[in-house]
């Protein structure tokens, strides 16, 4: 299996698109803006069908075009405690500029059940939530591939934000410590931001959670 991934979108926030070369089935973790025109032009070169769209929290720029993908037919999942954000696109337009916007509601095809495994593409994926950027934060554990998704829980060398409406620091704290530091230290972390790192880097270099107190 492989993955790509690109930054797009206003806050340059990364999607993920795991392709199984051998069924030519894919899914998709989150979708900024021009994720969907951009994965249309890629089937030109790659073909595959896309299986699922699973979104790691209801922020605007992480759901930006999860609309195009709902109304096409793929499934789309996500947390039941940031339905309020999927579902009403105009609780979200106060924290863009000028408040006028494209942005779109979602509906949501399943609500994740965390502790409840998922099969995604033939690999067994655990979710774990980890709310404190976001109420309905959750990680994608792929231990076969030595990968974790995690949204905007932690970037390399920094955090999520805790200035929006239901983030808090101490329970984003509680997060890291309890269910990203507790992975194997070779994870791979692929956050919403920036470029991939890993659990021990994380624990033994980030200055907002040391792994070590």
Known sequence: MKFF???LGM???NFYLFVDEESNKAVLFDAPEQTWELLEQAKQEMPFELEALYLTHGHWDHMWDASKFSDAGVPVYGHSDDKELFENAEAQRSFLAGGNTDLSSVKIDHWIEVGQPLTI???EVEVRHVPGHCPGNVLFYMEAMKLAVVGDTIFAGSIGRIDLPGGSMEVLEQSIRT??????DETQL???HGPATTVGQEKATNPYVPGVV
């Open 5 to 7: 991934s690109q930054a």
């Open 11 to 13: 806050a340059g926030t």
């Open 121 to 123: 593409l033939g690999n």
């Open 179 to 184: 269910q990203i530091y507790t992975l194997p």
């Open 190 to 192: 692929l956050s919403g």
